[in-house]
Every structure is written in structure tokens, then in C-alpha cells.
T-cell receptor, first 111, second 113 residues
Framework: SQQGEEDPQALSIQEGENATMNCSYKTSINNLQWYRQNSGRGLVHLILIRSNEREKHSGRLRVTLDTSKKSSSLLITASRAADTASYFCATDDSSASKIIFGSGTRLSIRP | NAGVTQTPKFQVLKTGQSMTLQCAQDMNHNSMYWYRQDPGMGLRLIYYSASEGTTDKGEVPNGYNVSRLNKREFSLRLESAAPSQTSVYFC????????????FGDGTRLSIL
């Protein structure tokens, strides 16, 4: 089934640095979403980017979408300890009736 | 604002036992979902309900049943639990189906011995 795959699987950076995570998918999409999951909690929606958009910002988050390469990136600027979490991309399925999650990137911020 | 509430938070079952996981949302959302999350595999959709009165299978429905009791509540039932169903189960809801952002509960951690 169509699925976003995040890269890298794990990322460890120093507090204050920028973190970049990538998501690749297989077939055409209507939109792509990014979610965050803190340890032991449910997922929290961060941002949605539509297929006709190339870039979107929300606070310290910047998401880009390249439909020609079937890929998206999530940039977190000036990272903080509270950004330590797993990050998932999600794409709509072929029927656009539901979304499919990738396996996530585990981000650790070192103090 | 409670959002999506799941009960119980933790449960241990023996193989062959049955149980129902409960989920309720107070956001007046039309669509609700059940996922399971296993290490390194992300979330996989078990069942979803696009609107009150409808349910559909997701990617991994075998061994599960669901009931959309009303607009607020969507339950997941394991009729005869198996060790392979040990997982963390998440309920989610969205305004409508399809590509809308989903709101998640904090999960039920289920162990089958």
C-alpha cells in the first residue's frame, strides 16, 4: 500500500541546531501531513501541505513538498529539548478516504 | 476540552480472552479511526468509521471488530486475543474522512500473554 517513508530513522542533534527529516512516497497524493509523537502519548498534528503547495511555515517548522520527486521535508529550526519526539509523515491513500503513516523519525535533542 | 479519550490505558490479557477498547471524542467529529502501533512499523489502520452508522476495514482488520455506537463513541473489540495482538492501540477522530487532520487519544497499551 502507498506509504510515506521517513529518513533518517533516528537523528540526534545538539540543542539549538536545526533538524531536517525527509519523507518519500510512492504515488500521487492530494496532501501530506506531519505529526509529532512524544513518548507514551498519542500523535499530534503539526502541519498539512497540499499537493499544489511547495512550502509551508508554522512557527519554527518549515515543510517543503516536491511532487516531482515525491518527497517532503520537515525542518525544525533552533531545536529545543521539548522537540525530542518521533515525527511521522502521512499521505492520503489512492481513494483519498484515509491517510497512511510512515514508520517515523526519532529525534533526540542533546542539551 | 478532553478531545479523544481512550479507556483503559493499560490492559493485560491471557490468550483467548476477549475485551473491548473504548474511545470517545467530544469535538463533534464525523470520522473515527482505530490504529495499532508496533515498534518500527508506524501506525497501521485497523478499522475506521467515516460517519455515524458506517464502518470499513483498514489495513489489518483480522481478529478485530468495531462498533460506532453513536457520533461520539467508537469501540474496538478483540473476540479471542492472540499474542500477535500485543500492541499499543490508538483511537483518532477527524472532522470528516479523507485527508483531514486527525486528533489522537493517548493510547491503550495491551499485552496478550
Amino acid at each position: 500500500s502507498q506509504q510515506g517513508e521517513e529518513d533518517p530513522q533516528a537523528l540526534s542533534i545538539q540543542e539549538g541546531e536545526n533538524a531536517t527529516m525527509n519523507c518519500s512516497y510512492k504515488t500521487s497524493i492530494n496532501n501530506l501531513q506531519w505529526y509529532r509523537q512524544n513518548s507514551g502519548r498519542g500523535l499530534v498534528h503539526l502541519i498539512l501541505i497540499r499537493s499544489n503547495e511547495r512550502e509551508k511555515h508554522s512557527g519554527r517548522l518549515r515543510v517543503t513538498l516536491d511532487t516531482s520527486k515525491k518527497s517532503s521535508s520537515l525542518l525544525i529550526t533552533a531545536s529545543r529539548a521539548a522537540d525530542t519526539a518521533s515525527y511521522f509523515c502521512a499521505t492520503d491513500d489512492s481513494s483519498a478516504s484515509k491517510i497512511i503513516f510512515g514508520s517515523g523519525t526519532r529525534l533526540s535533542i542533546r542539551p | 476540552n478532553a478531545g479523544v479519550t481512550q479507556t483503559p490505558k493499560f490492559q493485560v490479557l491471557k490468550t483467548g480472552q476477549s475485551m473491548t477498547l473504548q474511545c470517545a471524542q467530544d469535538m463533534n467529529h464525523n470520522s473515527m479511526y482505530w490504529y495499532r502501533q508496533d515498534p518500527g512499523m508506524g501506525l497501521r489502520l485497523i478499522y475506521y468509521s467515516a460517519s455515524e452508522g458506517t464502518t470499513d476495514k483498514g489495513e489489518v482488520p483480522n481478529g478485530y471488530n468495531v462498533s460506532r455506537l453513536n457520533k461520539r463513541e467508537f469501540s474496538l473489540r478483540l473476540e479471542s486475543a492472540a499474542p500477535s495482538q500485543t500492541s499499543v492501540y490508538f483511537c483518532a477522530s477527524s472532522v470528516t474522512g479523507g485527508v483531514q487532520p486527525q486528533h489522537f487519544g493517548d493510547g491503550t497499551r495491551l499485552s496478550i500473554l
